[in-house]
């Protein structure tokens, strides 16, 4: 149900699929949601995590080092894909980070970001109340077109992106802090589906496929709907 909000799940399912076996590494990769699910679809993902408690449960998902985005522990042209889920705004260098990623990414390979941005009133409103998320100070704010052009000008070409979620995430604090409001998932689902069109300037969240220049073929818009 969540994927009707969550649009990127099935890009993000297409493309993992569209290479059985290639290299990701999952930078900021927590306790490692994100590495079952891009196991499950059939990558061989790599986890990094700053935090020594939360590596360690990643790396009962799959092989994951302690380290910053800022400084990759990886070879040049190590991996095909480089996954990034809401960690630009805890970065302390984004440029950094994004140059890191061009230098590992494989030519051809490709960078895949969710991130929170500030276009929604909302979100400023929350993070105004809320500096930090999870114990994790947010470094950096960011609206959606300033993300796209910080990445293009690392220099990634930008193939696809969109906004997503303008009441969803808002609503969702709620269940976290007493369950069974979840049974009003459903209504709050659908309001964002129903809406997401016309508000989509007001989402809270992206996602971005951008590619390092070189083998064309190799992902061969993987990301495109067929």
Not at 72 to 98: K, N, Q, T, W
Request: hydrophobic content about 45%; charged content about 25%; glycine content about 8%.
């Amino acid at each position: 149900m969540k994927e009707r909000v969550y649009r990127y799940r099935a890009i993000e399912r297409r493309i993992v699929a569209s290479q059985p076996g290639a290299r990701l590494l999952d930078v900021g990769c927590g306790a490692g949601a994100n590495l079952r699910r891009l196991r499950r679809y059939g990558g061989a993902p790599i986890g990094i995590e700053p935090d020594v408690a939360r590596a360690k449960k990643g790396a009962t998902v799959t092989p994951t080092v302690v380290g910053v985005g800022e400084r990759l522990p990886f070879c040049g042209e190590s991996f095909e894909l480089v996954y990034i889920s809401h960690v630009l705004h805890h970065a302390r260098d984004l440029e950094e980070v994004l140059s890191e990623c061009l230098r590992v990414l494989v030519p051809g390979g490709l960078l895949f970001v969710i991130e929170t941005v500030e276009d929604s009133p909302l979100l400023r409103l929350a993070r105004f109340l809320q500096p930090s998320w999870q114990g994790d100070a947010v470094l950096n704010r960011f609206r959606f077109g300033e993300l796209r052009r910080r990445i293009a000008a690392t220099g990634f070409d930008v193939e696809a992106s969109a906004t997503f979620n303008w009441i969803y995430f808002a609503w969702e604090l709620l269940p976290i802090a007493f369950r069974p409001l979840r049974i009003f998932d459903p209504l709050f689902v659908g309001l964002d589906t129903l809406f997401r069109r016309p508000l989509a300037k007001w989402g809270a969240h992206c996602w971005l496929v951008a590619r390092k220049a070189g083998r064309e073929e190799l992902w061969a818009g993987a990301w495109r709907e067929s």
